[in-house]
Nanobody, 115 residues
Framework: QVQLVESGGGLVQPGGSLRLSCAAS????????MGWYRQAPGKQREWVAT???????NYVDSVKGRFTISRENAKNTVYLQMNDLKLEDTAVYYC?????????WGQGTQVTVSS
């Protein structure tokens, strides 16, 4: 059974930083591409960043230069380092993996950027 558990969200002022974590179980973590998505109030869920099993990364344009996705295979964990946070980064952030039997999501972690 695939499980993804996000943590690290919270309330931060504009310009601040947070690091999100997503711990995975039930998969051979090192083999899979991992992704972060977010959903702001009243908006559709959007893709934020992806890291492949060979550590190739991609980002949505709005976070390039501010967010960094990384992974630690020994801990079955993917991270999202978020710097220079903006009001528009406020959202619930979700971890995702597409496995052999489907797409899996965590429960999400709330990130609120507010002064």
């Amino acid at each position: 059974q695939v499980q993804l558990v996000e943590s690290g969200g919270g309330l931060v002022q504009p310009g601040g930083s947070l690091r999100l974590s997503c711990a995975a179980s039930g998969i051979v973590f090192s083999m899979y591409t991992m992704g972060w998505y977010r959903q702001a109030p009243g908006k559709q869920r959007e893709w934020v960043a992806t890291i492949t099993n060979t550590d190739s990364t991609n980002y949505v344009d709005s976070v390039k230069g501010r967010f960094t996705i990384s992974r630690e295979n020994a801990k079955n964990t993917v991270y999202l380092q978020m710097n220079d946070l903006k009001l528009e980064d406020t959202a619930v952030y979700y971890c995702n993996v597409v496995g052999s039997s489907g797409s899996y999501w965590g429960q999400g972690t709330q990130v609120t950027v507010s002064s």
